[in-house]
């Protein structure tokens, strides 16, 4: 329990420390306040943003475009894992053209998904269910390949059903693995759509932070990521909570 406080405190005054040090930069002077607005400054900024309807219209946005891939990319993704991990003439196949996709950045074919699929919310989703998929995928093959045979063994030999396998051995072997794996595929999936909505869109938080940018809206331009980091800061540690709960499972 110490242990556990003791790793918040230090999360929490090393966030502060962060804060201070913004503030200090920005009024004293070592950093021209034009390039970098005090921290104090940004964060009333972005209490007047959260207050505006067209930037809670816009968060809507991209939470549905991020929800969507999400959504679609996880099954998927974790359907072609489980094939990949017990079909060794698929793993052969697909493991190699798996790793080469998965090294190549992903941002290259944005241009791609624009003209498929044009600027608009399939194009958004289309992208970030592109860039989540295969990390899913590499980390279902992981968690798959990670169940023991010696629990396999012992539940086909007690004649265990497939289903009554896949509940009762790997789903509780993988969950760890798999919830671990989550919490690095919703960065992915939120930095493709944030890209996506940057890159060319009419709506969306991504798209506000671009216009910032371009306007040199400083202020409201680190508010907007100070914005995306809560956000995903909080799913984090929604899966955290949970992983946490589901440790015991670990074998």
Known sequence: MIGTLGIKAAR???????????EMLSRTGIVNPRLLPSASDTI????????????????????????????IAVPIGALIG???AENRYFAEVAKPLLFFAFSIPKSIFLPMFILVFGVGFAQKVGFGFFSTIFI?????????????????????????????????????????VLLEALRISMIFNL????????????????????TWGENFQMKQLLAGVIMI?????????????VETRCSHWRT
């Open 229 to 241: 980091a809560a956000i995903a800061i909080t799913f984090n540690e929604l899966v955290r909570w």
């Open 82 to 84: 489980v094939l990949i």
């Open 191 to 210: 930095t493709g759509v944030i890209l996506a909505e940057m890159y060319a869109s009419r709506d969306g938080i991504g798209h506000q932070i671009a």
């Open 136 to 176: 899913v995928i590499m980390s279902t093959t992981t968690a798959v390949e990670s169940v023991k045979v010696e629990h396999l063994t012992v539940a086909r030999s007690y004649g265990a059903t497939p289903i009554q396998t896949a509940f009762r051995v790997y789903l509780p072997s993988m969950l760890p």
């Open 44 to 71: 009333v900024t972005l209490t007047d943003l959260l207050g505006r309807s067209s930037v809670r219209s816009d968060i809507l946005v991209t939470g549905a475009e991020v929800l969507t891939a999400f959504v």
């Open 12 to 22: 929490v005054a090393m966030a502060v420390a962060i804060f201070a040090v913004w």
